[in-house]
């Protein structure tokens, strides 16, 4: 297991995966949910490396074959960083809707081995102007995506050289949210 991932909101993968059959991760969510929407509950969802190099979903069992039984306390660490961070971000008019964490061992020890709560690894959106359904305003690198997929990039190295534009408001959205989540602006 690679990545473990925490959904508060539908979006990315999970929304492909839902779309498709209802589930995310082999977890069961209630019917009728739009791309977007606030999930009853967050979910820890485990990840890893397909052989070309993405990550793909994978349940919790198949998370448990890989990592044993660290794979409960990974789960409940998750979920509770996930937990504070959200709130920390919804207290300035921030949604974070998923995010992932990356978990190693240093001297036999679950720790933190790469970053956490960036836009990199983070879905962050303006809280005031999200609507269930519509694809929200994201402090993270879904402009980059969005903009890869309607370019056809089939997915495979080399991506195409993205333009100035996107690599400006890139720029431009990080900043934005280090902003209010590290000077605690408030958005409007």
Avoid at 67 to 78: A, F, K, P, Q, Y
Avoid at 156 to 183: A, V
Wanted: proline content about 6%; glycine content about 6%.
């Amino acid at each position: 297991m690679d990545k473990s991932n925490v959904r508060g909101y539908l979006a990315g993968s999970a929304w492909r995966e839902y779309n498709t059959t209802g589930k995310v991760t082999g977890l069961n969510l209630p019917l009728g949910l739009k791309f977007a929407d606030k999930l009853p509950q967050p979910v820890f969802t485990p990840s890893t490396k397909s052989n070309k190099g993405n990550d793909i979903n994978i349940t919790f069992e198949q998370a448990r074959s890989i990592v044993g039984d660290d794979i409960e306390e990974l789960s409940r660490i998750s979920l509770a960083l996930y937990s504070k961070a959200s709130k920390y971000a919804d207290d300035r008019g921030i949604i974070l809707a998923d995010t992932k964490f990356e978990f190693g061992r240093v001297d036999n020890r679950i720790t933190l081995v790469d970053e956490v709560l960036t836009p990199d690894s983070s879905r962050y959106w303006n809280k005031f102007s999200w609507k269930p359904g519509e694809n929200p305003f994201g402090f993270d690198k879904q402009i980059i995506r969005d903009w890869l997929d309607a370019n056809h990039w089939n997915h495979k190295p080399p991506p195409p050289n993205l333009p100035n534009k996107i690599i400006e408001e890139t720029h431009s959205r990080y900043s934005e949210i280090y902003g209010i989540i590290m000077n605690a602006q408030l958005i409007k």
